[in-house]
């Protein structure tokens, strides 16, 4: 197995940060608020590898840091403290020691992110064609003809009606709208894609429909893939390995059936006894 | 205006003059860059061609010549002003309407018909330097853009136009690539002009006054107007129904650029030439010709051939 990414020792924290910090918060104490000095220590101590084609669930309820921890990697937050490695081809890249250009080309040419807010990862002021052409471009493809058969394919691929390419995501359903931000993702076919509770608020045939492509797009591409939910359901279906997070710190970790089948920390057998 | 002996010449202070040179060497060093600069209040509106006006001032030396225009035409309200201002505040610069006696020319909207020599420099007025904030409102986020050549949003507009409307619908300030790097808005000059801004002989200075810019195209350098590989860049070709390329009622050249207006009278449609300097002389050059084929067999049939086209 190729190792795609290699997380150690992750940590965020908004606010001045103290020596308390990390000993007075997390899940015993229940609270990520550090009480001496009032910050939120929204994720610490996360470590985890990702291997090619693999996907890593992260599971947790809101405020558990599980969006943080994803945001940090794909630099929309600067982490505290911790490092992580992105395996490209033949090359490796340390990611929180990248300049803010290394940063963006990153960004812009190995990394897919699909937000549970489509607004934040679609451009509504332009057409979903457009949109995908945006990513297409920023990767110096400079041909109309071809840009626009990519946007039909990979629209078709995620199955929003061809017909439909030059309007804009603002007419579209959520659904749909969540599809067009999935294509837009997967134009470049990005070795690593992050997934941030991209099927929450989404109907259950919906929801079922964009998992169904999810799984696809990881078996045809190998994509390697963190999905971030609070839904058990998602969780059990698409990831192999699982990371359950409560205030801030990975309360347990393991393949993901071992997780759901045998929780062995009392906040994951709570969370598998409320869902079924 | 009297231009009494306490005036400085070309109006600014010595200070001024050395920081907009200054500026202007090293947008010359970085072609396409837009450089800050302070922008001193002018004795008009900014919005007015105060940039343009200020670029003028600092580098027109005694005896030089001096044209300016708007639109292409040398008698419109804006180059009147400009000229006559300029005259006040330069007493010993002369001013003229003919491009190739030019030494300096400020324009605005237009760049000439005649193709300007290495001796020549053009300084364009420019009310909006940034090609980016169509896309972007952030200049922070402009200013990174710029550094890393990333256009890919401005090209985005593009896709949606061909999209829309099958092909790019920016008639004027069409974004151009200087050097293969930094993309310029060039000014509302119309796409018509924008091949002259390529490897052109003639160095090319355009100044923003309220929005304090200066950036240029150097004389011999590059300049691409931003397309896809399979769009080619189009320019006005004034071609009507029956396929005939228009020519301009008044001297009837069909090798300028053509402006498009309504006869009050006739209330038909009127195409003239809107470089007025390139127009009197194509008319006079023609005329001449026709007084000449008359006394010469010769040259009659070319003469009568020009007269039809």
Redesign the interface.
């Known amino acids: 197995m190729t190792k795609v990414l290699e997380v150690r020792n992750l940590s965020k924290v908004y606010g001045p940060g103290c020596m308390q910090c990390y000993e007075s918060t997390g899940p015993e104490f229940g609270t990520n608020i550090c009480p001496s000095c009032g910050s939120i220590v929204a994720a610490h101590d996360i470590s985890f590898d990702l291997c090619k084609g693999e996907i890593l669930g992260i599971m947790g309820e809101s405020g558990s840091g599980k969006s943080t921890a994803v945001k940090t990697l794909f630099f929309d937050q600067e982490p505290t403290h911790g490092s992580a490695r992105f395996y490209d081809s033949n090359k490796q890249h340390d990611l929180f020691s990248l300049n ?2 290394q940063k ?1 080309n990153l960004r812009n040419h190995r990394f897919g992110m699909v937000y549970q807010n489509p607004s934040l990862g679609l ?1 509504f002021n ?2 979903a ?2 949109n995908i ?2 990513r297409l ?2 990767n110096d493809l ?7 058969d990519r946007a039909c394919e990979l629209l078709s691929r995620t199955e929003v009606a061809i017909a439909r390419v ?1 309007e804009q995501p603002g007419n579209f359903s959520g659904g749909m709208q969540q599809r067009v931000q999935i294509a837009k993702a997967l134009a470049i076919n990005p070795p690593l894609l992050f997934l941030d509770e991209v099927t929450t608020g989404l109907d259950l045939s919906v929801q079922a429909a964009i998992l169904d492509l999810i799984l696809e797009i990881q078996q045809e591409f190998e994509t390697a893939m963190i999905v971030v939910t609070h839904d058990l359901g998602v969780i059990r279906l698409l990831a192999g390995r699982t990371l359950v997070m409560k205030n801030g710190r990975v309360v347990e970790a393991g393949l993901t059936d071992q997780v759901i089948e045998d929780p062995q920390h009392a906040y994951t057998q709570q969370l598998v006894a409320s869902a079924l | 205006m009297n231009t009494s002996e306490a005036t400085q010449f070309g109006f600014l202070d010595e200070f001024a003059k050395k920081e907009i040179r200054r500026t202007v060497l090293k947008a010359i060093a970085i072609p396409g860059y837009q450089v800050p600069y302070s922008s001193r209040e002018m004795p008009m509106g900014r919005g007015f061609g105060t940039g343009g006006l200020q670029l003028t001032l600092s580098i027109i030396g005694r005896g030089q010549t001096l044209k300016v225009i708007d639109q292409g035409s040398d008698d419109s309200v804006n180059a009147v002003n400009l000229r006559g201002f300029i005259e006040s505040v330069c007493p010993s610069v002369n001013t003229t309407t003919n491009t190739a006696d030019a030494d300096l020319i400020q324009s605005r909207h237009r760049i000439p018909e005649l193709a300007l020599t290495e001796n020549q420099v053009l300084v364009l007025q420019v009310p909006y330097p940034d090609p980016l904030v169509i896309v972007e409102p952030s200049e922070e986020k402009r200013k ?1 853009m710029h ?2 050549a ?1 256009y ?2 401005l ?3 593009l ?2 136009d ?3 409307f099958d092909e790019v619908t920016i008639s004027h300030r069409y974004p151009t690539c200087i050097n293969g790097h930094y993309v310029i808005d060039p000014s509302p000059i119309p796409r018509y002009d924008v091949p002259k801004l390529d490897q052109s002989k003639a160095l090319v200075l355009l100044g923003a006054g309220r929005e304090k810019k200066i950036y240029a195209v150097p004389p011999f350098t590059d300049a691409t107007p931003l397309v ?4 080619p860049f189009h320019i006005e070709n004034f071609i009507d129904q029956d396929g005939q390329r228009r020519a301009c009622q008044q001297c009837g050249s069909t090798e300028s650029f053509l402006d498009e207006y309504m006869d009050a009278e006739t209330q038909t449609l009127v195409f003239q030439c809107s470089d007025t300097d390139y127009c009197t002389r194509y008319l006079s050059s023609r005329n001449n010709g026709a007084l000449h084929s008359n006394t010469e067999l010769d040259n009659s049939a070319e003469a009568v051939e020009l007269a039809n086209d």
């Open positions: 803010p250009a963006r451009n332009v057409s064609g457009g052409a945006e471009l920023m400079r041909h109309y003809r071809q840009i626009r030059d | 990174i550094g890393e990333d890919s949003r090209l985005v507009k896709y949606e061909i999209v829309h896809f590989d399979d769009q």
